[in-house]
């Protein structure tokens, strides 16, 4: 034995949490509380396809979703400690790269965009190009 080991991971149905975490992250709005009375846009049909796909995956799945969502908190994290370059563009001879954050967004939404083709759905809204207009 290496004395080391490694907790596999679970192969569940995702937890609430989970699922706020795969919304956020394939680009969709929150739920909302389902006494609020404003309901109607869950009943849009790529929406409730992704909350049917959420909740009945099977348990290799699960593993596979939770590794995305693993990824993408990592990459996401990066994202802010990159900040903390900002301010320094030199320092002796370390030089900063300029697109750092930049590069690092675009691999954090790489991943976001296999986490939604891995559902088999479309990247949600918060996820869609600024300037493209879905009719």
């Known amino acids: 034995m290496s004395g080391t080991t490694t907790d596999p991971v679970a192969d569940t149905p995702l937890t609430d949490a989970e699922m706020v975490q795969c919304r956020r992250y394939m680009g969709y709005p929150a739920m909302g509380g389902i006494n609020s009375g404003q309901q109607s846009w869950r009943f ?11 909740r009945n995956m099977a348990p290799d799945e699960y593993v596979q979703i939770r590794t995305f ?19 320094t563009d030199q320092a002796a001879v370390w030089h900063h790269n300029r697109y750092e954050v ?10 976001r965009r296999q986490l939604c083709a891995f559902f088999g759905i479309p990247p949600g809204p918060g996820l869609r190009p600024q300037n493209r207009i879905t009719i």
């Open 44 to 54: 849009f049909q790529v929406y409730g396809f992704n909350e049917w796909r959420m």
């Open 69 to 87: 969502l693993t990824q993408c908190q990592t990459l996401e994290t990066a994202i802010m400690g990159a900040t903390d370059n900002l301010d």
């Open 102 to 111: 930049q590069d690092r967004f675009g691999l954090y939404n790489r991943w």
